[in-house]
């Protein structure tokens, strides 16, 4: 036995060596060399401070060989039991076609691609991200709609928000309306953001009302209405948006994409925005996630959208280009004032759902939606058939049934039967089921269910959809009329326009990605690999826990793990991206207070140099922010700390800081400021966006901190899919556990569900899953080292051609480091924008522009790149630099010269050539390989244009005539 571990053990370290980019010993020892240090534990010990550096060992299960994992990642899936689900409840079956599945959700191109903040390189999936807008808005009925949101529940949560925020005539008291119908987890969603912002819900039945319109006699900010509601029911809700305008109440919608293609918009009906779920658009459910919600509005709420909104704007010789739109809204530049704390998203499945529908055309969609109609009417006639009593008569998918008395059997009985016979039937109460059917039902399932039900187990289907009579209020307005809808209904047809897309795009597949405070790794295709297989894929979030032993046990190990690797007590994996855990770690620390009799503890000091996440989180949480200063080496300054805790000693909540920080170090006096915090009755966030400089070298929770959130899409290898998915799991002490986000609904202890699903995104947990299990402690901690080696590397080259803003001990960086190019734009003109234009020309993407600090790049390499591909980099940035000299020595003028011009186009080669530099040096620049070439399909983008002129879905030949 003893020989076979050893064996295993040999193999598998194996996948450690083609994770870790600097693999080999000569590679390792000449970057050490550079260094000045002879090997990795003596460049850990000397880049962490000695108060937090550990080489005890994680207790972690010794590494497995990819295939060894996937044997055990199979057994874990067969532990599952895949029912057909007619549950329904905003989780519906469908049909992911292949040319999808193959081309996008199982592309590299495609999902390791990062945020389209560079959007000369990104035009493929803009282009894309702009088809899933033009597809809600035209749905919604709506103006404007943005590129994603994290699922239904936090969408309805942030419509909630826009709604108090927009609505300045309701008084401070009004409350926020929730339709009785809307779904349970969007109701528990809500209730949890409510309370932290201190707004009143009122759940309202408006269908027993006795005035016209439903609607309650007390001042009302918003309206909440479901569509069609979760008991399947399709009311006429003109009259209710109407009487809700005539007392200036905002009111929201949440619909089902599919169902709208048959109904009539939600902005035909005269509502202010729409909320939902595009998982029934081609994305598997995942038991929860991840899926693309979405939010759209009407004209003039465009600036109070949250999350990222593509554009249309114009290049530098004019041709239509697409880029983010608005970005002021957002975070990263207003912190606490953001509309919003969302950052990462879900545009990996937004670029699904959108392609679904392009791929359909609105005939195809209206098709199917029609299909799914009729299977319900025959359930619900097969039902009728039965004795029983179909509570609603106007549905579209979902079909409420009261048991009938002469059946012989409750509710539950036929639950359990139909659960027996491969079903899965949602319980009301004791009288009542309900039964929503989907893309995937078949006439088949219908006859069983029909038998099921009892009676002679007939049903009835119209001959073909002429005889469907249709749900109302029946869809009156043409949608998805833009050719993109119509040119790509043939696989041939698509599969060429995917390739187009992703052959604009530049991704982890094409080369480095050297942003900072980003981690762009490896995403390995056996960590990609569990993500289609149907055991995970086709769960519902809320199936029997007896159908869903392996993924909560994957899910449950995971969590141990993550535990152990931070040194935390305790980890909840629901929050969906690293916002959402921010937020839930917020709350937790907020209830701690409360639970202890300090409610009026609400002070969070933040860093002036902290990411603006942070600031957006603390005053979604109810808390309010007090700024913290830094020093000149990037350090928090521990005078102007000490003033503010003493400012507020009395209310002061927690403290939010990044470690190492954002300015790229490893501050020496961390374990210092924990316990400075903790004197004076507060706790401690650690934001975990840099975890990928600690595992296995420090733990938060061992230094101080109580909380942190992590980023598995950085640190733990889930792609970042273009902008989302994410998956950001909060962690803390054992004091803070029992305030960790509720798994079922009702928990009185929790904070509550911040993600719809109990689990969040649980079908790309066995990503990170697979990660852990293949690295083992051991190659975990190797790659921490080697991020560190290669950040350090890369600042101590490139430090005598650009000054590197902070070091910490020893003269070194964490995993990252920050090039000051502010002298050099005072001298040259040149701007770190030119700067990161010019290296897509080399074939890079950009480092991180402007944050922390302006005027800076910051570059952060991973482990996973190997040293030809770091050097490649820093002889392109080496030799930028010689292009600045060129401008400086007066070569080449400050307006005409290849950095200010970037990045060029094949087909500005074609054009006449006036420039000062040859066209060679234009896109053949040192270092560049013509055969390997990367070339950028638009030239620089006019950011200010599009802005101005905003067009945020596929634009008409008129709609562009007027733009351009």
């Not at 029912?83 to 959700?105: A, E, M, W």
């Not at 791929?359 to 098709?367: K, S, T, V």
């Not at 899919?721 to 798994?743: D, I």
Request: negative net charge.
């Amino acid at each position: 036995m003893t020989g076979s571990r050893h064996l295993d053990s040999y193999v598998s370290a194996a996948f450690s060596d083609r994770h870790i980019g600097v693999g080999a010993q000569p590679h390792v020892h000449h970057m050490l060399s550079a260094l000045g240090f002879g090997s990795l534990e003596e460049l850990s010990a000397a880049a962490l401070p000695e108060s937090i550096y550990t080489t005890e060992p994680m207790s972690l299960q010794a590494a497995v060989s990819e295939e060894a994992m996937l044997a055990e990642l199979k057994a874990l899936a067969a532990k599952n039991t895949v029912n057909k689900s007619f549950l329904g409840q905003g989780y519906y079956g469908t049909h992911t076609p292949g040319v999808i599945q193959r081309n996008v959700l199982e592309s590299p191109a495609w999902y390791t691609a990062y945020t389209p903040y560079q959007p000369e390189i990104s035009q493929g999936r803009l282009e894309a991200l702009l088809n899933f807008q033009t597809v809600v808005s035209d749905l919604s009925g709506m103006v404007t709609a943005n590129a994603s949101m994290l699922d239904e529940g936090t969408a309805a949560a942030e419509a909630m928000a826009l709604m108090r925020r927009t609505n300045r005539t309701a008084p401070a008291d009004a409350v926020f309306l929730v339709d009785a119908d809307v779904f349970p987890q969007t109701l528990a969603v809500i209730n949890t953001r409510a309370k932290a912002m201190g707004i009143p819900v009122l759940v309202h039945d408006f269908d027993s009302s006795s005035n016209g319109a439903g609607l309650p006699d007390v001042p009302y900010f918003g309206v909440l209405l479901q569509y069609p509601g979760d008991s399947g029911l399709v009311r006429d809700i003109a009259p209710i948006i109407a009487a809700a305008h005539e007392v200036k109440a905002v009111v929201g919608v949440a619909a089902d994409l599919l169902a709208l293609t048959l109904l009539e918009s939600p902005g035909a009906l005269g509502a202010d925005l729409a909320v939902g779920t595009s998982q029934r658009f081609g994305v598997p459910m995942g038991f929860g996630g991840p899926h693309a919600g979405y939010m759209a509005v009407r004209q003039g709420l465009e600036r109070a959208l949250p999350g990222r909104l593509v554009g249309v704007s114009k290049d530098a010789a004019g041709n239509q280009a697409y880029r983010l739109a608005l970005q002021t809204r957002e975070q990263h530049i207003r912190r606490e004032k953001a509309t919003s704390n969302i950052c990462t998203a879900q545009v990996l499945l937004a670029v699904m759902a959108g392609m679904y529908a392009v791929y359909h055309g609105p005939e195809g969609l209206r098709r199917i939606a029609t299909r799914v109609h009729a299977l319900a009417q025959a359930v619900a006639g097969a039902a009728t058939d039965a004795g029983h009593q179909v509570v609603h008569a106007n549905f579209f998918d979902t079909v409420k049934i009261r048991i009938g008395a002469g059946s012989g059997h409750a509710a539950a009985e036929l639950v359990a039967a139909a659960h027996t016979a491969g079903y899965l039937l949602r319980q009301v109460d004791h009288d009542h089921l309900q039964i929503a059917v989907d893309e995937t039902t078949t006439e088949a399932d219908v006859a069983a269910l029909a038998a099921l039900l009892g009676g002679t187990g007939s049903y009835g289907l119209p001959a073909d959809a002429a005889g469907v009579v249709l749900p109302v209020p029946a869809r009156a307005t043409e949608f998805m009329t833009n050719a993109v809808f119509h040119a790509h209904n043939s696989e041939t047809q698509m599969l060429r326009y995917l390739r187009k897309l992703s052959d604009a795009d530049y991704a982890l597949d094409r080369g480095m990605i050297p942003l900072g405070s980003c981690t762009m790794k490896l995403n390995a295709t056996a960590e990609m690999a569990a993500v289609t297989w149907p055991e995970f894929s086709n769960l519902h979030p809320f199936a029997p826990a007896s159908d869903t032993v392996g993924i909560v046990e994957m899910a449950t190990q995971l969590e141990a793990w993550l535990a152990e690797i931070t040194g935390y007590d305790a980890v909840s994996v629901q929050p969906n991206a690293g916002s959402q855990g921010e937020f839930a770690g917020l709350m937790a620390i907020r209830a701690y207070h409360v639970e202890n009799g300090n409610p009026d503890r609400n002070i969070v000091l933040i860093p002036t140099s902290a990411h603006g996440t942070n600031a957006a989180s603390a005053v979604m949480a109810g808390l309010k922010v007090v700024p913290v200063a830094t020093d000149g080496f990037g350090n928090i300054d521990i005078d102007d700390l000490k003033r503010q805790i003493s400012i507020h000693e009395n209310d002061l909540a927690a403290i939010m800081v990044t470690y190492p920080s954002t300015h790229g170090v490893f501050e020496t006096s961390i374990s210092t400021i924990c316990a400075m915090i903790h004197d004076a009755g507060g706790q401690v966030y650690v934001d975990g966006a840099n975890l990928n400089a600690l595992v296995g070298l420090a733990q938060p929770g061992k230094f101080g901190a109580d909380v942190s959130h992590l980023n598995l899409h950085k640190t733990f290898c889930i792609p970042h899919g273009g902008g989302g998915p994410g998956v950001g799991p909060v962690a803390v002490g054992a004091h803070l556990a029992k305030h960790l986000p509720a798994r079922e609904l009702g928990l009185d202890s929790s904070v509550g569900l911040v993600s719809s699903a109990p689990y969040g995104s649980a079908s790309i947990l066995p990503i990170s899953w697979a990660y852990i299990r293949m690295m083992g402690p051991d190659g975990l901690r190797r790659a921490t080292q080697t991020a560190i080696l290669s950040a350090n590397y890369i600042a101590r080259r490139l430090s005598e051609h650009y000054p590197v803003l902070y070091t910490g001990a020893h003269d070194l960086v964490a995993h990252e480091c920050i090039l000051d190019l502010r002298g050099i734009t005072a001298d040259s003109s040149v701007t770190v924008d030119d700067v990161a234009k010019r290296l897509i020309d080399y074939g890079f993407h950009a480092p991180t522009m402007s944050f922390p600090v302006a005027g800076t790049l910051m570059v952060e390499p991973t482990e996973s790149e190997d040293p030809g591909e770091v050097d490649r980099f820093i002889n392109a940035m080496i030799s930028i630099r010689k292009e600045i000299a060129a401008v400086q020595d007066g070569l080449w003028p400050a307006g005409d010269n290849p950095l200010v011009n970037a990045p060029h186009t094949a087909q500005s080669l074609t054009q006449d050539w006036d420039h000062p530099y040859s066209r060679e040096d234009a896109v053949f620049p040192a270092g560049v390989d013509p055969r390997a070439k990367y070339w950028p399909i638009v030239r620089r983008i006019d950011q200010a244009y599009g802005d101005r002129h905003l067009v945020c879905s596929c634009p008409s030949i008129e709609e562009l005539a007027e733009v351009f």
